[in-house]
């Protein structure tokens, strides 16, 4: 059965759902990752933009995905693109790979590309025609999930599903090394202390040693 995962940016794939990706890889399913966005050359360096590519596929080696595919939309201006736009590329890819489990950006993320991925994504996967995807769960990425504002003004991360990664966290980790370019030093959130902190707190929360949480968006049975 085939996964996809949508990540607005390269590296937003490793530290929501980089550890289970490992496991469901090792587990035998197909995983496409699909990298939304491209950062654009006089925002960002063409050697920058060509530098983080070569990371993602890197990264993804490691972790065992299927496929990596590059979208090609414009980071930060992903407000820019006509709705209906990024709703085609969506449906298109969904229904060429007729995924069983797909994985989102959370819709509160405080990125604008995140929630609107989550919302293209939601367009492409409506439970009509035939739709075939059954699992639909929506990460948490550091640095964007809890840097929205708080409780009660917007909405929440709170996860209802975890997935025991214990055996594939130094996977993530090295995955996430990948992304040089990416990466911070401790006490930034994206740093390879603060990632692992977190998947080990998510475990415990849970009775294991690590873990990915996720929150259901949808789930048939």
Known sequence: MSVVVFAPHPDDE??????TIARLANEGRRVTVAIVTRGRAEDFGADQVERVNDEARAAHE???????LFLDFPA??????PHAELNASFTKLVT?????TVFLPFRGDLHLDHRLVFDSAMVAMRPAGGMKVKEIFAYETLSETNWNASRGISAPFV?????DVENYLSVKLEAMKRYASQLLQFPEERSIEAIDALA????????VVAAEAFMTVRRVL
């Open 159 to 163: 996860p209802d599903c975890f997935v």
């Open 14 to 19: 490793v530290l929501g759902v980089g550890a």
């Open 96 to 100: 060429h790979r007729l995924p069983k």
């Open 62 to 68: 490691i972790l065992g995905v299927s496929e990596t």
């Open 76 to 81: 930060a201006r992903l407000d820019q693109v």
């Open 200 to 207: 080990r707190h998510r475990g415990a929360t849970v009775g």
